[in-house]
């Protein structure tokens, strides 16, 4: 089982900019989906944006042109560029990794999550 953990949230105002990192404990990426999810008060877990393992992506259409996803395979690495952050970005994020994913961004395909990284962003 592959085991995750978030680090990058913080605090941040409107406009701003952060990048989340997810640490794998195994080469996940190189056999894996990854993908970056994030719910907030909802309960819903929306899934904003996702790497397959031939490097394709997809993204969410409220993150599109603002968010990138990226991999260091060689430091088992999942990373989550997150710029012209809005207040409405505010969520916990978790990234997760799933095998063999037909629908990238549908949370019930994937198997491995790490514990979140919050962050929020103030107007």
């Known amino acids: 089982q592959v085991q995750l953990v978030e680090s990058g949230g913080g605090a941040v105002q409107s406009g701003g900019s952060l990048r989340l990192a997810c640490v794998a404990s195994?080469?996940?990426?190189?056999?894996?989906?990854m993908a970056w999810f994030r719910q907030g008060q909802t309960n819903v877990r929306e899934g904003i944006a996702a790497m397959d393992t031939d490097g394709s992506t997809v993204y969410a259409d409220s993150v599109k042109g603002r968010f990138t996803i990226s991999q260091d395979n060689a430091k088992n690495t999942l990373y989550l560029q997150m710029n012209g952050l809005k207040s409405e970005d505010t969520d916990m994020y978790y990234c997760?990794?799933?095998?063999?994913?037909?629908?990238?961004?549908?949370?019930?395909?994937?198997?491995?999550w790490g514990q979140g990284t919050q962050v929020t962003v103030s107007s």
């Open positions: 195994t080469y996940a990426g190189r056999r894996h989906s």
């Open positions: 997760a990794a799933g095998y063999l994913v037909a629908s990238k961004l549908d949370p019930y395909e994937y198997t491995a």
